[in-house]
């Protein structure tokens, strides 16, 4: 992985490869951002002018090569854009003519990317505060990441960003210190998920992904209980057996627990892990099945979420709770029709097989109900109808508790990680009625996102707060990158998940 330094060095003097600065876009062409001063200077005041001449115009996204002039040690100049120049009168994030944390992370992802194969580079941008320091090194860190264990022959033979240097920060200052301490722990387990979610399905089974959690927990002190398939039919877990039942690969209900000796408050992760979904018996249609490995990326973000506040050693209980199975087609699957009787002793009618990742989930929150948290929060693919409603780069929040949810969003907006509260309408629930069983799996088509929530809610133990994100948009970019988000698995909802964990173990939770 890329290693990110601080360093008080100026941009001047420090022998990089490369030095990055910020450009905005201002009302009479790009405008140079603080940090760059040096970096100007040696353009004799004129880089804001050169740029636009090579057709920069600051905006967001943007990145532009410049060799260096004599005065700077690094041969090389790249100005990324910033987007509009923050209005000192401004009251909102970026405040007082400041950048906002996650303009930092975008232009630091996209320089990254750029600089590929580049040994060393300096990040002259915008640092003002410790938050600043936390964005850019997670930016650099997330935008250089590339997933190539199965490629013979890489690629992109140059390889990732080797070492980013941000400027401006102090390394002897704590605050900064530890800042960027963050910044390596978040990111290395946000791209440790984004593995796991490109892992072909072939290599990543339940199986393999419990072994993963476990060497994870013995590394960094998370205690580890993995239910194979006898001691998931010894307890009863008949939605988690009922969706893995049909694949040569059996399921597992994975535990993760972090504690902290003096933690006042608990919280409890539940992540989806559907490591392929066929759709079982209710088979998917052509053009919808490449992508199914990752079906598994709440489990991922529950597990990188839960390692990440092992590894900063925050003062709250965190439980993480994977629900692993594959949902395969074959005589032994589950058929339409069927029904199971959950964890929590309900029963559930099979109407589709393809809606299997609410019933992993169910025996999951039941079982995560008896230990009473103060909250649950659960993660999943779990819909192609919260696309269909809020696109490919937003997550949904639904909760049985209005405050909760709008903090979860808040939390999320924070970290740059976009986000939109949904309703539970009660009116949805009767569509789930069935007359064979407590409850079936399918209710009204429409508002299908919000009909998979109020299933979820009903697994929920009474008086526990909950919320449920559904994040089948953001966690598989199919796209072509952007920002510090790469082709494939991103690692959604990590970021929102640490910073509820940080929150709350600061009391600030409710």
Same mark, same amino acid.
């Given at each position: 992985?890329?290693?990110?330094?601080?360093?008080?060095?100026?941009?001047?003097?420090?022998?990089?490869?490369?030095?990055?600065?910020?450009?905005?876009?201002?009302?009479?062409?790009?405008?140079?951002?603080?940090?760059?001063?040096?970096?100007?200077?040696?353009?004799?005041?004129?880089?804001?002018?050169?740029?636009?001449?090579?057709? !920069?115009? &600051?905006?967001? $996204? /943007? %990145? @532009?090569?410049?060799? +260096?002039?004599?005065?700077? *040690? #690094?041969?090389?100049?790249? =100005?990324?854009?910033?987007?509009?120049?923050?209005?000192?009168?401004?009251?909102?994030?970026?405040?007082?003519?400041?950048?906002?944390?996650?303009?930092?992370?975008?232009?630091?992802?996209?320089?990254?990317?750029?600089?590929?194969?580049?040994?060393?580079?300096?990040?002259?941008?915008?640092?003002?505060?410790?938050?600043?320091?936390?964005?850019?090194?997670?930016?650099?860190?997330?935008?250089?990441?590339?997933?190539?264990?199965?490629?013979?022959?890489?690629?992109? !033979?140059? &390889?990732?960003? $080797? /070492? %980013? @240097?941000?400027?401006? +920060?102090?390394?002897?200052? *704590? #605050?900064?210190?530890?800042? =960027?301490?963050?910044?390596?722990?978040?990111?290395?387990?946000?791209?440790?998920?984004?593995?796991?979610?490109?892992?072909?399905?072939?290599?990543?089974?339940?199986?393999?992904?419990?072994?993963?959690?476990?060497?994870?927990?013995?590394?960094?002190?998370?205690?580890?209980?993995?239910?194979?398939?006898?001691?998931?039919?010894?307890?009863?877990?008949?939605?988690?057996?009922?969706?893995?039942?049909?694949?040569?690969?059996?399921?597992?209900?994975?535990?993760?627990?972090?504690?902290?000796?003096?933690? /006042?408050?608990?919280?409890?992760?539940?992540?989806?892990?559907?490591?392929?979904?066929?759709?079982?018996?209710?088979?998917?249609?052509?053009?919808?099945?490449?992508?199914?490995?990752?079906?598994?990326?709440?489990?991922?973000?529950?597990?990188?979420?839960?390692?990440?506040?092992?590894?900063?050693?925050?003062?709250?209980?965190?439980?993480?709770?994977?629900?692993?199975?594959?949902?395969?087609?074959?005589?032994?699957?589950?058929?339409?029709?069927?029904?199971?009787?959950?964890?929590?002793?309900?029963?559930?009618?099979?109407?589709?097989?393809?809606?299997?990742?609410?019933?992993?989930?169910?025996?999951?929150?039941?079982?995560?109900?008896?230990?009473?948290?103060?909250?649950?929060?659960?993660?999943?693919?779990?819909?192609?109808?919260?696309?269909?409603?809020?696109?490919?780069?937003?997550?949904?929040?639904?909760?049985?508790?209005?405050?909760?949810?709008?903090?979860?969003?808040?939390?999320?907006?924070?970290?740059?990680?976009?986000?939109?509260?949904?309703?539970?309408?009660?009116?949805?629930?009767?569509?789930?009625?069935?007359?064979?069983?407590?409850?079936?799996?399918?209710?009204?088509?429409?508002?299908?996102?919000?009909?998979?929530?109020?299933?979820?809610?009903?697994?929920?133990?009474?008086?526990?707060?909950?919320?449920?994100?559904?994040?089948?948009?953001?966690?598989?970019?199919?796209?072509?990158?952007?920002?510090?988000?790469?082709?494939?698995?991103?690692?959604?909802?990590?970021?929102?998940?640490?910073?509820?964990?940080?929150?709350?173990?600061?009391?600030?939770?409710?």
């Amino acid at each position: 992985m890329t290693a990110l330094t601080l360093s008080t060095a100026g941009a001047a003097t420090l022998r990089a490869d490369a030095v990055v600065v910020g450009v905005a876009k201002g009302a009479k062409g790009p405008v140079v951002a603080p940090g760059a001063e040096a970096v100007d200077k040696a353009f004799g005041g004129k880089l804001a002018a050169v740029l636009e001449t090579l057709g !920069a115009t &600051g905006a967001e $996204g /943007e %990145a @532009t090569k410049v060799p +260096a002039p004599a005065g700077l *040690k #690094a041969p090389v100049v790249l =100005a990324v854009g910033l987007g509009a120049v923050p209005d000192k009168t401004d009251a909102g994030d970026a405040g007082d003519g400041e950048y906002a944390e996650e303009t930092l992370r975008r232009a630091a992802g996209v320089a990254a990317r750029v600089l590929a194969g580049v040994k060393k580079a300096a990040f002259a941008l915008p640092v003002t505060a410790a938050e600043d320091v936390q964005a850019i090194g997670e930016g650099a860190l997330l935008g250089a990441y590339a997933f190539t264990a199965f490629q013979a022959v890489p690629k992109d !033979a140059k &390889g990732p960003l $080797g /070492e %980013a @240097t941000l400027l401006g +920060a102090k390394p002897r200052d *704590k #605050a900064h210190k530890a800042a =960027a301490e963050r910044a390596v722990a978040v990111a290395e387990e946000i791209n440790r998920a984004r593995d796991l979610v490109n892992t072909p399905p072939n290599e990543l089974n339940p199986a393999s992904f419990a072994a993963v959690a476990t060497a994870a927990g013995k590394e960094h002190g998370v205690k580890v209980q993995v239910l194979d398939e006898k001691a998931l039919a010894k307890g009863g877990f008949g939605g988690i057996l009922g969706v893995g039942v049909g694949s040569e690969a059996p399921p597992r209900l994975v535990k993760l627990s972090y504690t902290h000796s003096k933690a /006042e408050k608990s919280l409890a992760f539940v992540g989806k892990g559907i490591t392929y979904d066929s759709g079982g018996i209710s088979l998917k249609p052509a053009g919808h099945n490449e992508t199914m490995k990752c079906d598994m990326a709440g489990a991922a973000a529950v597990f990188a979420a839960v390692v990440t506040a092992a590894r900063l050693g925050l003062r709250v209980n965190v439980t993480g709770w994977l629900a692993l199975a594959e949902n395969m087609p074959s005589g032994s699957a589950t058929r339409p029709g069927d029904v199971l009787r959950m964890y929590s002793g309900k029963t559930v009618e099979v109407l589709n097989t393809d809606a299997e990742g609410r019933l992993v989930l169910a025996d999951a929150l039941a079982k995560a109900s008896e230990e009473t948290p103060d909250a649950i929060v659960d993660v999943a693919t779990l819909t192609g109808a919260m696309m269909m409603a809020l696109g490919s780069r937003t997550f949904g929040i639904m909760s049985n508790d209005d405050a909760f949810r709008t903090e979860l969003h808040e939390i999320a907006e924070e970290v740059g990680e976009p986000s939109w509260p949904m309703p539970l309408p009660a009116d949805l629930r009767k569509g789930m009625d069935s007359p064979t069983a407590d409850i079936a799996n399918m209710g009204e088509r429409m508002g299908g996102g919000l009909v998979a929530g109020l299933f979820l809610k009903e697994f929920v133990g009474e008086g526990i707060t909950w919320a449920h994100l559904d994040i089948a948009g953001p966690a598989f970019n199919e796209a072509g990158p952007f920002g510090y988000t790469p082709k494939g698995g991103t690692g959604s909802a990590i970021r929102t998940l640490v910073r509820l964990a940080e929150r709350t173990a600061d009391g600030d939770l409710g």
